[in-house]
């Protein structure tokens, strides 16, 4: 066997323990049926009758899918596992989107940073953290 063998065999060992974030999704388009697919490798995807069937048939090509993948010259994506993340972002929008995200913050009686998170947070499906006082109300009797 020779050593570029051996090291792309070496490489398909590896990239296929490495802990890839798989998503499961049920269709009923053309009857009910489920897609396995890792999130980091988009054009990896297996179809089933059942959730554990799709996963089933997913796992048994990766190893073949990464090895093609390689020999074309591609480079394999990181795990979103492994990724770091500094919880700094910077946003561009419309200036009529940040005036009515600011003044939705305002009358939250948060900082428009804050409000940003809170909205991202329902988005995706988190609890919302809410980092700021009460906002006081001024009596007018």
Known sequence: MSREVKDLKKQVEYYTNL??????????????YYVARYIELPDLLMTGDTPEEAL?????????????????????PPPLKGRRYSGEYRLRMQPSLHEAAALMAEMEG????????????????????RQSKPRKIKSTT
């Open 56 to 76: 089933a048939e997913l796992e048994s090509v990766k190893p073949e899918w990464i090895e093609t993948h390689l020999e074309l010259g591609n480079k394999m």
């Open 110 to 129: 948060v900082s428009l940073n804050q409000y940003t998170v809170m909205a991202l947070s329902r988005a995706v499906g988190q609890d919302e953290v």
């Open 19 to 32: 802990p890839y974030t798989i998503t499961v999704e049920r269709l009923d388009d053309q009857g009910t």
